[in-house]
């Protein structure tokens, strides 16, 4: 089992900046991905970001040039600049251990204000 404990969410104005942290204990095996997905009212959860524990990243076109995922052992950042109000959504953290299935965190708001 993998546990996802997430933090840092808010209100914010069109423009600012938040870092979203997520810490994974458990079995989380040295070889993994965490990432974050994201899900918007009357939407389906999309893909924000990834980062492999070889340091491979996965962004999706719409954060590209505004978000940047980072990451230890077993916490994973997603720095989040030039916030649009359409990024307004619940944040969810995501660990897929090698071999293992998927898990996700308790989701974190993010709204931004136009």
């Known amino acids: 089992q993998v546990q996802l404990v997430e933090s840092g969410g808010g209100l914010v104005q069109a423009g600012g900046s938040l870092r979203l942290s997520c810490a994974a204990s458990g079995r989380i095996s040295s070889s993994n991905v965490m990432g974050w997905y994201r899900q918007a009212p009357g939407k389906q959860r999309e893909l924000v970001a990834t980062?492999?524990?070889?340091?491979r990243l996965n962004y999706a076109d719409s954060v590209k040039g505004r978000f940047t995922i980072s990451r230890d052992t077993s916490t994973v950042f997603l720095q989040m600049n030039s916030l649009k109000p359409e990024d307004t959504a619940v944040y969810y953290c995501?660990?897929?251990?090698?071999?293992?299935?998927?898990?996700w965190g308790q989701g974190t708001q993010v709204t931004v204000s136009s």
């Open positions: 995501y660990c897929r251990p090698y071999g293992q299935d998927d898990y």
């Open positions: 980062i492999t524990s070889g340091g």
